[in-house]
């Protein structure tokens, strides 16, 4: 597994303006928390929305290398990164400083590996779960977890119990909780309009063209 | 297609559409999804024509989500009609859609099916859409 790096300045900016005026310089506010009091710092936004890219919302261990007053490389897994509505610039990042000799908990994504055999059927690979929760130290944390699927026929599924977890790593999940579904092909749907509820119902049966007799102005005398 | 069921009022005022989406702008299901980048209203006929755009072009191999509801009625007076006489009769259903809401998801398909179709879906909607993809 290769190691996660970012570098990291601490910041003085705090508030809802000077945090704008960092994005627009690029660059994101984050904080780090966990062992030591609560640290707030900026980072490189290209940097950052990379590494955020190469974690696809998994939690691995990154070496946050600070910069300036409190220099030093800290520990840290990402917890949260804000986006915009459109996801396409990070707002602000959250990281957890972490200590390295125990055992954390995380949530690792978990991969289809190979084609099932029900899906060269005809049936369709469904995800139900796309992440595991496991317990492991900080450096046995994986980049992810492979499943292999090729023995799945159509309505086979596989659960988090089937799931062949790395050395030193250990399952949190529930052991029934369901991972991939293959199922057979689904028919067109056809949607029915609901029957629309009686107070509707009027309005429907109203003819078109038709005025209102209250509509009509008055004659004028 | 797509319609409430009942509803608790028969007609909605117009409202305004500021801002973006704060909910329903991921990705929840799928791997692949159509995601508005403008506002605007979305009808069930659209939504309907979006769907079918999908399905067709996956085969039904793969599985959709619509992420969307028309819970909004429009209502529109008859042609050559005086004004008055009280607020027009509801002729169709929309979703008041914001930047950033995802509107389908996609699953199950490869990659450049899915953007096929997504494309294709893509052109049924008044509004301008991206394609967005898990863990991009």
């Known amino acids: 597994m290769t190691e996660l790096m970012l570098e990291a300045t601490p910041r003085g900016e705090v508030g809802k303006g000077r945090v704008r005026k960092l994005r627009r310089q690029g660059e994101v506010p984050a904080i780090v ?9 900026k980072l490189d936004e290209r ?3 990379k590494l955020v890219q190469q974690l696809h919302g998994s939690e691995r261990l990154i070496r946050l290398r600070v910069q300036g007053e409190g220099a030093g490389d800290k520990h840290v897994i990402l917890k949260d990164a804000q986006k915009n509505a459109l996801g396409t610039r990070l707002l602000h990042v959250d990281f957890h400083e972490i200590d390295i ?4 908990h995380v949530s690792v994504e978990v991969r289809p590996v190979g084609v099932a055999t029900g899906v060269r059927l005809g049936g369709i690979l469904q995800t139900v779960h796309r992440e595991l929760a496991i317990e492991c130290l900080p450096t046995a944390i994986p980049e992810f977890i492979g499943v292999d699927v090729t023995a799945l026929p159509i309505g086979g599924s596989i659960h988090a119990k089937d799931v062949a977890m790395p050395e ?8 029934d909780e369901t991972m991939f579904v293959v199922a057979a092909q689904m028919k067109e749907e056809v949607v029915e309009a609901p029957v629309v509820a009686a107070e509707l119902a009027p309005a429907a049966a109203a003819a078109p063209g038709v005025e209102a007799p209250k509509a009509e102005p008055a004659p004028k005398t | 297609m797509l319609q ?10 117009r ?3 500021r801002g973006q989406a704060t909910r329903g702008n991921q990705l929840d299901f799928g791997a692949y999804g159509l995601q508005a980048t403008e506002c605007g209203y979305v009808t069930n006929r659209q939504i309907e024509a979006g769907r079918r755009a999908l399905t067709r072009e ?13 819970e909004k009625p429009l209502t529109s007076r008859p042609a050559e009609v005086r004004m008055g006489g009280g607020k027009g009769e509801v002729t169709s259903w929309v979703a008041v859609v914001k930047p950033g809401r995802v509107l389908f998801e996609m699953d199950g398909v490869d990659e450049a099916v899915a953007l096929t179709a997504l494309r294709l879906a893509a052109y049924k909607l008044p509004v301008k859409t991206t394609i967005v993809r898990r863990g991009a």
């Open chain 1, 33 to 41: 928390y966990g062992l030591h009091e609560p640290m707030v710092i």
């Open chain 2, 58 to 70: 996956i085969k039904r191999r793969g599985k959709i989500w619509i992420r969307i509801y028309p």
């Open chain 1, 101 to 104: 000799k125990k055992t954390i």
């Open chain 1, 168 to 175: 030193g790593v250990r399952l949190l999940s529930a052991a």
């Open chain 2, 4 to 13: 409430p069921a009942r509803t608790k009022y028969r007609k909605a005022m």
């Open chain 2, 15 to 17: 409202g305004r559409m």
């Open chain 1, 47 to 49: 940097a950052v929305s």
